[in-house]
Each structure stands twice: as C-alpha cells, then as structure tokens.
C-alpha cells in the first residue's frame, strides 16, 4: 500500500466500512453456526436406513419355534433339571450356548422345553454394540421400564414372546448401550 501511494497509484477500489449493531452480529454468527451443524448432518451423516435386524440370523431360534440342529450351527447343549413340586412331575430342559467368534452377540443360550420348543433366548451383546435406539427402531418404543441399581430392564410385550433389553448404565437415553437382550415365550 505504501508502495502504491509512493508511485502515485492508488487503489481503485473502494473500501466499504458497515458497523453492525452487536446484536446483529451475534444473531448472523449463530444462524451461520446452525447452518454449518445441519450442513455436517446432512453431508458427513447421510440419513440412513434403520440398522439391520442382528437378530434375523436366529429368527428360527426365537420362541415358540421347535428346536432345529443346534450341535450344527455350534451349540453345546445339556439336559437340566427345571425342578419339581410334589403337583408336577419332575421337568427337563435342555439349555445350549453358543459363542460367535464375531458379530454383534458375545455369547447366545438357548432353553428349551422337553417337547424341543424353544422357550427362551438370550444375547449378550458384545462392546456395547447395540444401543437401546437400535430395538427401539426394530421394536418401537419400549413400553415398560423398570430400574434397579445400574439396571434398567425395558420390556416389549408382544403376542408371541416378551422381549427384555438390560443396560448396565442409570440414566435414561435411546444412546444407551445394551448388555443382554433377552426373548421369553409368552
């Protein structure tokens, strides 16, 4: 510039000097500050499809469904006595586990009843993997919920089976991670 004005150039361009009032500034940062968070989601997060059901690789697992080759897929069952009271004759069930070297689940256990239906079914999830909004997306939002120390149990009631998700953490939010996710026949 002092170069300029030495040659005798000076700039042509003129200079255009606006004071805006303090709360016109601070009104113009925020929108540009909201603009640019709905710009992040919308481009870095696309909306997406709900998450895939981690549970319909075992929908024949379910209860209510007859048992189909659990040895097979990896299971190792045994027989257990369910108890008795001097009314009923003794129950047996067997009961199978099963450890998916990968996935979602960390381990699966099966109960079923002495005529081969399933009755119950249990996934612990493995490193948070699911959270609570994930079911509820699946399932809708859960109806039931009860807490007890770091427990929150939350229950879906459905015609067919009730389904119990537990988190280990207290405060209430569809971010949770789950730690069992639990199917018992109604």
Known sequence: MELA???GLQSRIPQLSISLPLYVRFILGLSLSMVILVADVLLLHPLSQPPANPFSAYADLLPGQMAVDLAARGFACREQNTGSTRYEQTRFSVFCTY???TGIFEDIAVMLSGDQAVTLVVFNVRDDRLVLGDLAL???RPPIMAAGGDMMTFDWLDSEWSILANTRRGSFS???????????AA
């Not at 569809?174 to 018992?184: C, E, G, K, Q, S």
């Open 5 to 7: 004005r030495q040659h």
């Open 138 to 140: 699946l399932l809708g």
């Open 99 to 101: 450890r998916p070297p």
């Open 174 to 184: 569809y971010f949770m991670p789950l730690h069992r996710v639990t199917f018992i």
